[in-house]
């Protein structure tokens, strides 16, 4: 599987992005799909991921309410909306996949691939 994030940049805090990652080399819906993030300074965390079905998602306390993804089976895309962004957003955003489609998808253990990230810059 490869993956191919796109869409970060510079935003003021309040702004929208909509960040993009394109998925190859596996059946779409037979992968787990997640968002994670990683500041400078600290771990990777968990943002948002979307089940193989993807009738399933689970996002993060931090971001609910404010973030949403999605998925797009014609194209083989994965996008991660991000509305209403503050300071503590500011990090490199990381597109993952899970072909073993664990249950626990919250884990960056449980992910197998992993894109090259696409950073964004919130500014207060």
């Known amino acids: 599987v490869q993956l191919q994030a796109s869409g970060g940049g510079l935003v003021q805090a309040g702004g929208s992005l909509r960040l993009s990652c394109a998925v190859s080399?596996?059946?779409?819906?037979?992968?787990?799909m997640g968002w994670f993030r990683q500041a400078p300074g600290k771990e990777r965390e968990f943002v948002v991921a979307?089940?193989?079905?993807?009738?399933?998602?689970s996002y993060a306390d931090s971001v609910k309410g404010r973030f949403t993804i999605s998925r797009s089976n014609a194209n083989n895309m994965i996008y991660l909306q991000m509305n209403n962004l503050k300071a503590e957003d500011t990090a490199v955003y990381y597109c993952?996949?899970?072909?073993?489609?664990?249950?626990?998808?919250?884990?960056?253990?449980?992910?197998?691939?992993w894109g090259q990230g696409t950073e964004v810059t919130v500014s207060s």
């Open positions: 993952a996949a899970d072909g073993t489609r664990s249950v626990a998808v919250t884990l960056t253990r449980s992910y197998n691939y």
């Open positions: 080399g596996r059946a779409f819906n037979t992968v787990n």
């Open positions: 979307i089940r193989w079905s993807g009738s399933i998602t």
